[in-house]
């Protein structure tokens, strides 16, 4: 049947910004969805509030809504766009819940929107527990018991029933938020009661526990015709209890006899006709009773997930393009197999290697927070590795993961008696899988850890048999190393690094005698059918066989080094800014090579390359790709400055190892990075910066920071996302903080820096060429001051309370910074302003966070621009002479995981902690700050009652705020000091007790919905828990929180601008023509 | 123990033995099934060929005694990335080395299949011997290139039952069959003819209604008759269909009492010729559990079990026969109708085991045509 020809413009929804459980594989499945829908002659309009995304690139849609994803702009972007039909399946959860709220609101119906790929019943059916359950007995199909608790004493009521562990799914929420597994009464009340709070239905699910069963996943994709196929099959390696997120999985199910995979599979087919998924793909979660095969539906989702972007990755079979597809009316049987070509799509792939993805967390970044894993997801990234085994596979992952040290399963430096293993065994956390590799380690039998782990006795096998291998080649030795033991240790998938930390040798020996040998990898391709036809498309992936088909062509080309798994502080924005790379110099008539292992991004898309190796991010493992790149002979260049510190990490090696690297030189990067060489280079450039040393003791440290004055902020050299990063006020905390760096990167000193209190805080974008010219692509102001991440900070372009002579100044030490750094490409420098001068606080050579929200913001791709400079495209010569301007005023917002981290501190500091961003645009800077907060799933509110608690040195510059907000007709109550100060400066206020000074106070206030807004700056050490709980309550009520004093005036200006609020929306072409409209008038 | 594996082609993979040891000749071929190894080694229709398996990890779940297609392993030889060292399931009772080796089956593990794949979908199918231990692999070259050829021999003399006997249920626990959307109204009698059948194709006969006698490939068709059956079927097995002169006359005569047929497989080859259609054999065959198959008739794909070297010329087709399916990948036959006659057959596996059970309405179709009543 060909395609539905009743649709003309359709809207496709986002998933917003990344957040715990909802991540970049939605740019990922809703770039493919938008590019196959246009690619039918459909008119797409998209709307999403993260602007670091692929999809919200001008070019995706042809109109592109940078707007909050709430129902009231969706209804304007409605009433703009006239869409016919809303796509509602590629955005996650997010964009289901939109489409549901839009069509309870009515807005579907008044505007004649149909919705495709999935109903409102089928949305709701999967959605609801009780629905599904009901659902689930009628078709035969069973479930664990299960039961509704709409209150807290329904709840408590009904666990008798269950009995411990029971677990409690709150309704309606993201990636499990709330729900939780209780092992007692007293977890009980807590999970459950927190539980009908964070349900916006208020309703729990109180269900049977299956924790210990083989948990499976079903991708499996209908068409309008009720053909039915499955795409992959999943196996998660950590049995039931552990959310799927965090678990990892193996693909294809490694486990399961084909009897138990077929009845799965008709039980999925039943699902998803059942539940009424029409077209499209759908995620399908079952678990197996390890004792007697006892299977039951667990969940599915009528939309696609990660998991479907796994599969995808896992298969070569794109399933958000073909959900798009099938969701205008195609049938599978119309659509080709873009990988065979010859083949259709109505088929189910096979594969002949195995696929393993391996969960990254960062706790690191939150001390507090607890890392046992539950049914609520805490990661916050991913990798994924392929190998010809599951132990290959297996270790290519671990690698993958990128931990240094504390990543090396073997030989862990932490002494553990068998009663903390066992504990550390049977309790899932972020670092089972090392528990579990030390006990095999001590000679704990695989018998023992499964009954430990409830880990299927097969994969604990194949640990055994990694151990085993490991072992076996210690005791050789080096010397007497044999080629084929060698052999037998790269097949199984070990790294050169993994058997040189076995042998007592360094990585680079064994290296060396690999060459010696001529092991080196092959690379076989990924082609859906286990090679029974041939495959078109170069998806690839290292191991050590006998036949390589990586067929590499002689022309030119340019690989390009992703960024790895997703963590806080890299992620989607360098991700984009490679992909960006990757159109550019396609463009630009290159053949482009991605090597990466993040299997939810837009750059492991086989579309988004020419060529794709989805290989770990390590030395070995990029070289490897280089010398078989360039084995046809043609001239092979490396770029490392859009994947973020992944790839800057191996420029060094991979120059020494004669690889290209264009862009910016390893030298200048290695300058930039390195304090000393670049504090005598602002020196001689006239640039000042705040005094600075470096220690490589607590006694030098000490020294330093007495020399300079404190407070100071202290760091590790070479960090990520100001991880280990602290301002410490005085000796004793610079001590504390010593002794846990230095360990935290022995490799590098700590740098030690004059913090500048109370500076505005500045970021720069521009991209240089080789001929010298700089083009700014913008100056960001930071909202709030200097101290807090600049990935934590809220920031606007244009600034809006910076004076034009400073930006001058800003401007002027950029351009003389790029030239001197000789710069060839992208360039971000921040800045800080106090005392009325201009400080530079870093330089970074490379992509940063902020490109693509900046490119966004003006119109001009600039990963792209950059990736042109550096093939030798000059900025003239791309018609960029000016620095460049926006129409209209954009304010980035920042996401934070603090809801799945209880006990977790909301306070902002050097450290980043959020997970992604949003982007606001308006006319004014209230308006903007206003979307972008809504956006980031802050409703300010626009009046009410707003509770001020701020440290001396902040009392003096609270009273405008606090006068502003009592213009604004909101009520005021403070802490007694801070009360006191505002009585005195003639302001009516309440006083309300802290939570330590008696009841009822402020969390008694917040519970009771009392209080509509908090601004509460930190008053040091002794109040920090008193705050902290404050700070959590209002977190977990929605209730705005504001931990700085520039933060409060802008929200401030943001709700006087709500006031006046229509839900306008412009698409971000309209802005850029403005700018066109703008320049073309001067 | 080492494992060479050698084709005629010349080329030769150095791997472990696995199972028994000794020699193995026949034809190697691939099987692109992520499940179901035990079903596949117990599958008559393998006779005479050494089945590589594409998924890498083979053996993970063991072996268990519902999991059979028949009485024991038939494939001549076993080609495996890697092995399995314990057997994971609760059903199991046993490991694949184990089994195999019990069964003097001859196995490679660790070489690279998918080079010995893209060899065979490229080259074709080809002659091939394992051998394990101290081997010459030059040696082992010779003996494939000696092997006799599969096409014109009658392998179903070697897998065909003796005697007559009636098939008593005996199926894998409750729950992971499909059941039927509708039994036969009063049970039917089939009478089967075994040219290597699995026993997936009795389980679901019975599951539909039917008591199934089960008559040797050689059997004249009168025989079958005299017990009055409400239908006859005609199994799968293994080989080239060309040679069963015998089978393809009693499937004439079988046509000629106007009694319903259904075949599949070899079953469906022997149906074709004896509607007057001709067969051919395909270059590297079709041997997985994810082709899609279109039903002509109603537009639905379904996803298939497949498992033959051999095909039905569309070209030499009659007119009076209908083709009801075809191949999705390569538009070859899949199945057929008799315009007129109560004839019709496929040449995947409905029965499945291992694969997806999307056909399973054909055996419905079966005693649909078995109930209604005689047109003439």
Same mark, same amino acid.
């Given at each position: ?9 359709? +809207?496709?929804i ?24 246009? =690619? ?22 042809d109109?592109?809504?940078?707007e909050?994803?709430?129902w ?14 809303l ?20 807005v ?20 609801d ?14 479930v ?20 411990f ?29 927190r ?14 526990? %299956? ?47 084909? #009897?138990?995979?077929q ?22 979660q ?7 095969g ?25 399933i958000a ?56 997801? #805490? ?5 994924? !590795?392929?190998?010809r085994?599951?132990k ?10 990128? +931990? ?11 002494d ?32 023992r ?38 052999a ?19 990585g ?26 041939e ?59 991605? $090597?990466?292992c ?25 070289? !490897? ?5 360039? =084995?046809?002979? !043609? ?9 973020g ?19 910016t030189?390893?030298? =200048?990067?290695?300058?930039?990075e ?38 100071? $902020? ?12 602290a ?7 610079l ?10 990167s ?41 101290g ?7 920031? $606007? ?11 001058r ?26 005392d ?11 992509a ?11 119109? %001009?791709?600039?990963? #792209? ?26 304010? #980035? ?10 006990? %977790? ?17 308006a ?11 809504? &956006? ?18 902040d ?9 502003? +907000?009592a ?68 977190m ?5 929180c ?11 200006? &943001? ?28 | ?21 000794? *020699? ?18 117990t ?51 046993g ?49 494939? *290139? ?13 897998v ?28 039917? *009698? ?127 087709v ?19 109708r008799?315009?007129r ?30 109930e209604r009543p005689?047109?003439?």
């Open positions: 049947m060909p395609r539905r020809t009743d649709l003309e413009t359709v +809207l496709v986002g998933s917003g910004p990344i957040v715990i459980g909802q991540a970049c594989e939605f740019d990922y499945s809703g770039t493919q969805a938008c590019k196959a829908l246009r =690619s039918e002659g459909l008119r797409v309009v998209l709307m999403n509030s993260n602007p670091a995304t692929i999809m919200t690139d001008p070019e995706v849609a109109r592109t809504y940078v909050p994803l709430s009231e702009y969706a209804r304007s972007v409605i009433e703009r766009e006239r869409p016919d039909a796509l509602p399946t590629v955005g996650g959860q997010t964009a289901l819940n939109l489409a549901r709220e839009l069509a309870g609101q009515g579907l119906e008044e505007h004649g929107v149909a919705l495709i790929g999935a109903s409102v019943d089928a949305i709701t059916v999967a959605e527990r009780l629905k599904f359950r009901e659902a689930m007995e009628s078709i035969g199909i069973e664990p018991a299960s039961e509704y608790a709409r209150s807290y004493e329904d709840a408590v009521r009904m666990v008798d029933r269950f009995g562990p029971v677990i409690i799914r709150p309704s309606f929420t993201l990636g499990g938020v709330g729900g939780g597994i209780a092992y007692n009464i007293e977890e009980f009340r807590e999970l459950a009661s539980g009908i709070q964070l349900s916006p239905v208020h309703e729990v699910l109180i269900e049977e526990s %299956v924790i210990g069963w083989k948990e499976f996943e079903l991708e499996v994709m209908r068409d309008g015709a009720d053909n039915f196929v499955v795409i992959c099959s999943i196996e998660n390696i950590d049995p039931m209890g552990v959310h799927t997120g965090d678990s990892i999985t193996v693909a294809p199910a490694l486990t399961l006899t084909d #009897k138990e995979y009845r799965m599979r008709d039980a999925a087919r039943r699902i998803i006709t059942r539940v009424g998924v029409e077209t499209g793909g759908s995620n399908i079952f678990a197996i009773n390890p004792d007697d006892r299977m039951v539906a667990i969940e599915m989702n009528p939309r696609v997930s990660r998991s479907s972007a796994l599969a995808s990755k896992a298969t070569g079979f794109p393009k073909i959900a798009a597809k099938l969701a205008l009316g195609y049938r599978l049987e119309e659509i080709p197999n873009d990988i065979t070509r010859l083949t259709p799509a109505s088929f189910e792939p096979t594969i002949d290697y195995v696929v393993v993805k391996i969960p990254r967390w960062t706790f690191e970044k939150f001390p507090q927070a607890d890392r046992t894993l539950t049914t609520q997801m #805490k990661s916050v990234g991913e990798v994924m !590795a392929i190998g085994t599951f290959e596979a297996f270790l290519k992952g671990m690698r993958s993961l990128e +931990l240094g040290r504390s990543g090396r399963l073997f030989a862990a430096d932490d553990v008696d068998s009663g903390q293993l066992q504990r550390r065994l049977v309790s899932p956390n972020d670092r089972r899988i090392w528990s579990i590799f030390r006990a095999l380690e001590l000679g704990w039998s695989v018998e850890i499964r009954e430990a782990t409830r880990i299927d006795p097969w994969f604990l096998t194949q640990f055994a048999e990694i151990a085993e291998l490991r072992r076996a080649a210690g005791l050789v030795g080096f010397r007497s190393l044999s080629a084929e033991t060698l037998e240790l790269k097949r199984a998938g070990f790294g050169d690094e993994e058997i040189g930390a076995a042998l007592g040798v360094g680079n020996a064994v290296a060396a005698r690999r060459e010696e040998e001529k092991l080196a990898p092959v690379y076989k391709r990924i082609d859906t059918c286990a090679a029974e036809f495959s078109f498309t170069p998806y690839l992936y290292g191991t050590y066989e006998r036949e390589c088909e990586a067929e590499p062509t002689d022309r030119p080309k340019v690989i390009i080094l992703g960024s790895g798994p997703n963590r806080i502080g890299q992620g989607l924005e360098f991700d984009y800014c490679c992909c960006h790379a990757a159109f550019a110099l396609r463009e630009q008539g290159y053949e482009t090579v991605m $090597v990466n993040n299997p939810e991004t837009v750059s492991t898309d086989y579309d988004t390359v020419d060529r794709l190796y989805f290989e770990p991010l390590t030395l070995e493992d990029v070289l !490897a790709v280089v010398r078989r790149e360039q =084995s046809a002979g !043609a001239e092979v260049s490396c770029i490392v400055q859009f994947g510190q992944t790839p800057l990490k191996l420029a060094l090696g991979l120059q020494g190892a004669g690889a290209r690297i264009i862009g030189s390893p030298d =200048s990067i290695d300058l930039a390195d304090r000393q060489r670049f504090a005598r280079l602002l020196w001689d450039l006239g640039v000042p910066q705040a005094p600075s040393g470096i220690a490589t003791s607590r006694e030098e440290a000490r020294e330093v920071a007495s020399g300079i004055g404190y407070p100071v $902020v202290v760091r590790p050299s070479y960090v990520l996302g100001g991880r280990a990063m301002i410490v006020y005085d000796p004793g905390a001590d504390r903080y010593m002794a846990e760096a230095v360990d935290a022995p490799e590098h000193p700590i740098l030690v820096d004059k913090f500048l209190e109370d500076a505005f805080e500045l970021d720069v974008d521009a991209v240089a060429d080789t001929t010298g010219d700089v083009v700014i692509g913008g100056v960001m102001e930071h909202i709030e001051e200097a807090i991440h600049s990935g934590d900070s809220s920031c $606007v372009v244009p600034p809006y309370l910076v004076p034009e002579r400073h930006l100044v800003i401007r002027d030490y950029t351009r003389r910074l790029a030239r001197a750094l000789k710069v060839v490409g992208l360039l971000n420098i921040q800045f800080a302003i106090r009325d001068t201009v400080y530079l606080l870093e330089v970074n050579p490379r940063s966070r902020t490109v693509p929200y900046l490119s966004k913001a003006t119109g %001009v791709p600039l990963a #792209k621009v950059a990736a042109r400079v550096m093939v030798g495209r000059t900025l003239a010569e791309q018609g960029l002479v000016d620095d460049l301007e926006v129409a209209g005023v954009f304010v #980035k917002a920042p996401v934070f995981p603090f809801v799945r981290f209880p006990g %977790v501190d909301t306070i902002l500091g050097p450290e980043m902690k959020s997970t992604g961003e949003v982007m606001g645009g006319d004014t800077f209230g308006k903007a700050f206003a979307r972008a907060q809504l &956006a980031a799933g802050q409703r300010l509110p626009d009046s009410g009652r707003a509770f001020i608690s701020v440290n001396d040195d009392k003096e510059n609270v009273v405008p705020v606090a006068r502003d +907000l213009a604004l007709g909101f009520d005021l109550v403070a802490s007694k000091g801070t009360a006191a100060y505002l009585r005195a400066h003639g302001l009516d206020v309440d006083v309300v007790f802290k939570i330590n000074e008696g009841r009822p106070h402020v969390g008694d206030r917040l519970l009771n919905r009392e209080v509509q807004l908090v601004i509460n700056t930190p008053l040091g050490r002794e109040s920090y828990f008193d705050d902290l709980t404050m700070r959590r309550v209002a977990l009520y929605g209730v705005p504001v931990t700085t004093l520039t933060g409060a005036a802008a929200t401030v200006a &943001a709700i006087r601008a709500l006031r006046a609020e229509t839900h306008a929306v412009h698409p971000l072409q309209e802005y850029h023509a403005g700018i066109t409209a703008g320049s073309a008038g001067q | 123990m080492n494992a060479v594996l050698a084709l005629e082609s010349g080329a030769s993979f150095v791997g472990r033995a696995v199972g028994a040891a000794g *020699r193995a000749t026949g034809e190697v071929v691939f099987n692109t099934s992520m499940t179901g190894y035990q079903e596949v080694l599958d008559p229709s393998y006779a005479g060929q050494i089945v590589t398996m594409t998924c890498p990890q083979i053996g993970n779940y063991g072996v268990a005694p519902d999991d059979v297609e028949s009485g024991r392993p038939h494939v001549a030889g076993f080609v495996i990335r890697e092995a399995s060292p314990i057997a994971s399931n609760w059903r199991a009772t490991t694949l080395d184990d089994y195999l080796a019990a069964h003097g089956v001859v196995a490679i593990a660790g070489i690279d299949t998918r080079a010995l794949t893209r060899t065979l979908r490229s080259s074709g199918v080809m002659r091939g011997v394992i051998g394990t231990g101290a081997v010459n692999p030059d040696d082992l070259v010779d003996q494939a *290139r000696a092997a006799p050829a599969m096409e014109g021999s009658d392998l179903v003399r070697g065909t039952c003796t005697e007559p006997f009636d098939w008593r249920a005996s199926g894998p626990p409750p729950g992971f069959a499909l059941d039927p959307p509708r039994r036969a109204a009063r049970r039917l *009698r089939v009478a089967a003819y075994d040219l290597g059948m699995k026993r997936n194709i009795l389980r679901r006969l019975d599951s539909h209604g039917c008591d199934v006698r089960v008559f040797p490939a050689a059997a004249p068709a009168a025989e079958l008759l005299a017990m009055q059956p409400d239908g006859v079927f005609l199994s799968n097995g293994p080989g080239d269909p060309s040679p069963l002169d015998y089978a393809v006359a009693n499937a004439r005569d079988l046509m000629g009492s106007g009694v319903p047929l259904f075949g599949i497989c070899l079953g469906h080859q022997v149906l074709g010729l004896a509607m007057g259609a001709t067969t051919y054999k395909l270059k590297f065959g079709h041997r997985g559990a994810n082709h899609p198959v279109k039903n002509l008739r109603t537009g639905q794909v379904e996803i298939t079990s497949q498992n033959h070297g051999f095909a039905v010329d569309q070209d030499s009659p007119d009076d026969v209908e083709i009801t399916h075809r191949n999705l990948y390569d538009g070859t036959v899949e199945g057929l008799h315009k006659l109560p004839v019709s057959c496929v040449q995947y596996h409905p029965e499945a085991s291992p694969g997806p059970h999307d056909a399973d309405y054909l055996f419905s179709a079966f005693v649909d045509a078995m005689p047109s003439r």
